[in-house]
């Protein structure tokens, strides 16, 4: 039976040899022989590295500050164009006079939207995403319910600017 113990359990090497850490090995996929047995070193996240402040390189504690708000703005934007996409058919129904300029420039807008979402990695698009929003706002000369799309929007991107400002400081 211990022959069985071995060839399942692991062979500890190295400076793990002497006892597990605080937080437990870490037991990787075998590459040939067997598993094997890796220390945390530390960087993972909660964890300090020794004579570090915590929070210093990361103040918002997320892995990728930049991605992560990258990735709200243009989620942001993604979900501006589809609800401007679907509000054409209920404004049309509903709102009354919808005329064919008001309709292409939802559609425009829209497509705005979604080329400006897969451009937020360069500065210039923040802005850019800005002024859609003030143009959403113009628009409410076309139809009324532009207006409220564009006052309601216009917030929700207010909010992302301050979240993006708090996170990337």
Do not use: C, K
């Amino acid at each position: 039976m211990t022959a069985e113990r071995e060839a399942v359990e692991p062979e500890v090497t190295g400076p793990s040899a002497a006892g597990p850490s605080p937080a437990g090995p870490e037991v990787l996929e075998p590459s040939g022989d067997g598993p094997e047995v890796l220390e945390p070193s530390g960087d993972g996240p909660g964890e300090d590295r020794p004579g570090e402040d915590a929070g210093v390189g990361r103040p918002s504690g997320l892995r990728n500050p930049v991605r992560a708000v990258r990735g709200l703005g243009a989620g942001t934007l993604v979900i501006e164009m589809l609800v401007l996409l679907l509000a054409i058919q209920p404004i049309r129904l509903v709102g009354g006079d919808l005329s064919g300029t008001a309709i292409w420039t939802i559609v425009a807008l829209a497509v705005v939207a979604v080329l400006l979402s897969g451009m937020l990695a360069r500065s210039w698009a923040w802005h850019a995403a800005t002024v859609l929003q003030g143009l959403l706002l113009l628009a409410s000369f076309l139809h009324w319910s532009l207006g409220v799309l564009g006052v309601i929007f216009a917030l929700v991107w207010a909010y992302v600017l301050h979240v993006r400002r708090t996170i990337l400081g």
